[in-house]
């Protein structure tokens, strides 16, 4: 029996195919079959809500008109919305949205929540689901310094400086900072819980202050309390794991600095105990200054200076050493021969809050010499 | 070579509609409209005419906001609303965790609660609250100006004395006497700088600079930052009203508040240790005023300013005298763990509480409370 097929016998259409007669026709009827499939592929692209990222921040998410329908521009809030994805009713968040030919832009008033699910609305109707992803675990932020360094404290230190990697979330501090003494204690009250805590402006650094009322002698809580610190103890400063970052992650582990505590700090810095190591002429070496104790990282950072006898700023870079008990400066042309001045802001405090002019806690019954210049100088003179 | 000359045409054009505008919207009290970059909002007071004045203590900055919220309210009804937190939180599709409620500040005119929040990544969003309505205020088309307060001094000032001190967090603000008082805290030095701001803001760094100092029973002194304060007659004397980090609460004469001075506050009483003052109010009731006063791990104390007033009398001889357990009589009112409080009207003021069911919410305190 033959078999037959668009008027033709299989058998002749075997024979044409085998010999390359039909084979081409199919090739280009495959062109049928790419075109559809291309189509869709540009359709399920342009369906893809996407996120706009800023950095680590999710700030905005973009959404294809092809899942909305054709939406006027003045009434975008009124058709479309987001919503967090849950159990339970949620109301719409708030933000901006802006369009373009093919797109709506979506701009929350806080950038989402990594880990959380948003849902699109668009006439009431659910039209698409986005996740914002985790911070990535190899991006936990971390612990860089704890200044002071040094690990002997007088026990009336005033302040902490906590350095991290990345930015932190605020207000945080008192839950994730712990003082354990002795290696069991808990010390309770020990630091200052100021609302709004003290950041730098890039919020990497934090200021945390041990709690002056109980520093300042006779205060009431130094009277029922005492000082947060007592003389010849050992002490732990535990900045716990829990403490997130602006984008939720955690730190990396927890970490801790230990210190052992001497007797109190009542005197003044003195500039005219540091030693100087001069630099030779017409070389870039640092000159260095040896203090006579640790000095306020932060503060140093800020109140030194190098002027020409003529009162001429030398440019150049300070860098700290020695656990905050001496610095150098290296600058950025070779040195000329010649005197030089150190200038030295007297703001610049110690470890336990007491600045060139007075002390953090100054008995007044004590007449003391008045101090109120802003500056104070050392001379030196490189030959 | 067309296509320049349009291009240049369309932006000349563009330049002059700006700068037409620009000048257009200067309006009362210097504000110009736009996008207020504001950072960070940590305080927030109201000042004449519906103006609301923010500290933004990331850059430093006192922004003043027109909020277009003139329409005088003298019968406001009681707000409450609870888990504000989780109310807000859902309103910026997030959880209540991830945000902090920073400061309230009523309108004294519309009586509207304005309220600051920010996010854990550090988003600023301002809210006004309208009975349960809450709704965000657009910061970004709105008339305002604003004053920065870390402007290095001129070279040859010549009293520089302060001002050096750059200022890290704002702790609290007010308007008194046309003026903008602003407390700073600076991330390095124990120190505060009080400000008194003339308003408008002009560009003139005219700002008052303290230095405070706190002298406990005559023998110790030291700086001492200001956390909150509020300003009071008494016996016709205008004063700020403040409380240290470290808990004394002080009288200062506002007359005494000028540029450079060395100002010592005049301890009235010592609230007690393990605590940190939050927020203060001056209430009316009857010919009475009262200071209130929330804290951190106190409840709210009253303080009657007839006997801070009869107090002032023994006062007469600055830091010699001991208060420390004396102080004014003052009365612990059965309300704790109030993080944010402002007064509605002379009588009311509007709190939030952290309750003991873990709920935090916002209500209205009653007459009875005075």
């Known amino acids: 029996m033959e078999a037959w097929t668009f008027g033709l016998r299989v058998r002749d259409i075997y024979k044409k195919f085998v010999i390359g007669e039909i084979r081409l026709y199919i090739a280009y009827n495959l062109i049928f079959f790419f075109i559809p499939l291309a189509f869709s592929c540009r359709q399920s692209a342009e369906k893809k809500i996407r996120i706009r990222w800023n950095g680590e921040k999710a700030d905005g998410i973009f959404i294809p008109k092809s899942l909305t329908g054709d939406v006027p521009a003045d009434s975008i809030a009124n058709i479309v919305s987001v919503q967090r994805s849950r159990n339970g009713q949620d109301n719409a968040i708030l933000g901006n949205f802006s369009t373009d030919s093919d797109l709506i832009l979506f701009e929350p008033l806080i950038p989402f929540t990594p880990g959380m699910q948003y849902k699109i609305f668009a006439r009431k109707k659910p039209v698409g689901l986005i996740e914002i992803p985790m911070p990535d675990a190899s991006g936990a932020p971390s612990v860089t310094s704890i200044f002071p360094s040094a690990d002997t404290l007088p026990d009336n230190l005033l302040k902490v400086y906590i350095q991290f990697s990345k930015p932190m979330r605020e207000g945080k501090s008192a839950e994730n900072i712990a003082l354990i003494k002795h290696n069991n204690d808990t010390v309770s009250g020990a630091f200052l819980d100021l609302q709004p805590e003290l950041w730098n402006q890039d919020r990497t650094m934090l200021t945390l202050w041990l709690d002056p009322g109980r520093i300042k002698r006779d205060l009431q809580p130094n009277k029922l309390l005492g000082a947060p610190l007592r003389k010849n103890a050992d002490y732990r400063l535990v900045i716990s794991q829990n403490w997130q970052d602006e984008q939720g992650a955690r730190l990396s582990k927890e970490y801790s600095k230990k210190f052992i505590t001497k007797s109190r700090d009542s005197l003044s810095p003195d500039p005219e105990l540091w030693k100087i190591r001069l630099p030779a002429p017409a070389t870039n070496q640092p000159v260095a200054f040896q203090f006579n104790e640790p000095i306020d990282y932060s503060l140093l950072n800020e109140c030194l200076s190098i002027r020409t006898s003529d009162g001429k700023s030398v440019s150049g870079r300070w860098e700290i050493l020695n656990q905050e008990r001496g610095c150098h400066f290296i600058p950025d042309d070779s040195w000329s021969s010649g005197h030089y001045l150190l200038f030295i802001e007297t703001r610049l405090e110690d470890l336990a809050g007491n600045n060139i002019n007075r002390l953090f806690d100054r008995d007044i019954t004590v007449k003391a010499v008045n101090k109120s210049s802003d500056f104070t100088k050392i001379k030196f003179q490189i030959k | ?370």
Not at chain 2, 270 to 277: I, K, T
């Open chain 2, 1 to 370: 070579m067309k296509k320049i000359y349009f291009a240049l045409i369309i932006a000349c054009t563009g330049l002059i509609f700006l700068a037409h505008t620009t000048r257009l919207t200067r309006g009362k009290y210097g504000l110009i409209v736009g996008t207020a970059q504001i950072k960070s909002i940590s305080s927030l007071a109201f000042g004449p005419d519906g103006i609301l004045f923010i500290g933004d203590s990331k850059s430093a900055t006192i922004f003043a906001i027109d909020t277009k919220d003139g329409v005088a309210n003298n019968q406001a009804a009681a707000i409450e609303i609870k888990n504000i937190d989780q109310k807000i939180a859902s309103l910026l599709g997030t959880e209540a965790q991830n945000i902090t409620i920073q400061d309230i500040a009523v309108n004294p005119i519309s009586k509207a609660v304005y309220c600051a929040v920010q996010s854990g990544d550090g988003t600023p969003v301002l809210f006004k609250i309208e009975g349960e309505k809450i709704q965000a205020v657009d910061t970004k088309n709105i008339a305002f100006s604003s004053l920065a307060l870390n402007n290095a001094p001129a070279e040859d000032a010549k009293d520089k004395r302060g001002n050096s001190m750059r200022v890290s967090a704002i702790s609290d603000i007010g308007f008194a006497d046309g003026k903008v008082l602003v407390s700073g805290l600076s991330g390095q030095e124990f120190n505060s700088t009080f400000r008194s701001i003339p308003f408008p803001f002009t560009n003139k760094q005219d700002q008052a600079t303290l230095e405070i100092y706190h002298a406990a029973h005559g023998k110790y002194e030291t700086l001492a930052p200001i956390k909150t304060f509020t300003t009071a007659e008494i016996g016709g004397r205008k004063y700020l009203v403040a409380s240290y980090t470290c808990t004394p609460l002080v009288l200062f004469p506002l007359d005494d508040i000028k540029p450079g001075t060395h100002v010592k506050g005049r301890t009235v009483a010592e609230m007690g240790s393990g605590n940190q003052p939050i927020d203060m109010v001056t209430m009316k009731k009857g010919g009475e005023s009262y200071l209130m006063m929330s804290n951190s791990s106190r409840p709210v104390f009253k303080v009657k300013y007839s006997s801070i007033e009869k107090y002032q009398g023994s006062l007469t001889t600055p830091v010699e005298e001991s208060f420390a357990t004396a102080g004014v009589d003052f009365v612990s009112l059965p309300v704790t763990n109030v993080v944010q409080m402002d007064k509605l009207d002379d009588t009311r003021m509007v709190l939030i509480q952290r309750r003991s069911n873990g709920s935090l919410d916002l209500w209205t305190s009653s007459e009875r409370y005075l």
